[in-house]
């Protein structure tokens, strides 16, 4: 049911989380262990 598909979509979303993190879109924060996007703005700097 539609607990079930919630679930899914959670799995889902971290998969794609993971696979962010390993092309380097997006890094692990140390307080929470979630991984957070770069800021882009200053990454050239």
């Known amino acids: 049911g539609q607990l079930t598909m919630r679930n899914l979509d959670i799995t889902d979303t971290r998969e794609k989380l993971f696979g962010y993190a390993k092309?380097?879109?997006l890094t692990?924060?140390?307080a929470t262990g979630l991984?957070?996007?770069e800021n882009l703005e200053n990454k050239g700097k």
């Open 23 to 25: 092309a380097g879109l």
């Open 28 to 30: 692990a924060s140390s």
């Open 35 to 37: 991984p957070q996007v």
